[in-house]
């Protein structure tokens, strides 16, 4: 690990991409946490000059506060505990960028890889990825959130973790939790 200090970013070269609900009243980055309940479709790119704040999640993160910073990918998908059965297509997405920074935000809620001082190339969650060009590629293990949308279509038997939010085995114990 190389730091886990408040990294200051250096300019950044171009402005990240941004975005706001309907009627949300600040911006904030794609993954903020602050949209961790809100259906995809939902989620609105904000205009060059949209006079919405950020959220204080979404500045901090864009001014690299906070960050722990990694010397290697694999590195950071072993802190972050990302499911095995997904670090190979992880590895394979990130092997077709350039890219010298690699992190895990305060939230340790995923890992992002990046030129410095540009925007994220890629963002890895525990059982999804996201690019810009591909957008988001959901993994194995991945458990679609109720969110406000349509009533849900799981039976009563189909139990997710509510940390990783992955299916609970059959052992009733979620394999992360264990």
């Not at 690990?1 to 600040?26: C, I, N, W, Y």
């Not at 000059?49 to 010397?71: H, K, M, N, V």
């Not at 990046?114 to 925007?119: I, P």
């Amino acid at each position: 690990m190389v730091s886990t200090q408040a990294l200051s970013k250096p300019g950044a070269s171009e402005r990240p991409e941004l975005f706001h609900t309907a009627d949300g009243t600040r911006r904030h980055l794609r993954f903020c946490s602050h949209f961790s309940d809100t259906p995809a479709d939902r989620i609105l790119e904000a205009a060059v000059d949209d006079g919405r704040p950020l959220c204080e999640w979404s500045a901090a993160e864009i001014a690299g506060q906070g960050q722990t910073r990694f010397e290697t990918l694999d590195e950071a998908l072993e802190a972050y505990r990302a499911p095995l059965e997904n670090r190979d297509r992880m590895r394979e997405v990130a092997a077709g960028f350039t890219y010298d920074k690699v992190w895990m935000p305060n939230s340790g809620s995923y890992v992002a890889i990046a030129v410095e001082g540009q925007n994220a190339l890629a963002y890895f969650g525990k059982t999804y990825l996201w690019t810009a060009a591909g957008g988001t590629e959901t993994l194995t293990g991945y458990v679609a959130g109720a969110g406000t949308g349509p009533a849900s279509t799981r039976t009563q038997d189909e139990r997710t973790c509510p940390t990783h939010h992955l299916s609970i085995p059959a052992t009733g114990v979620c394999d992360y939790c264990a």
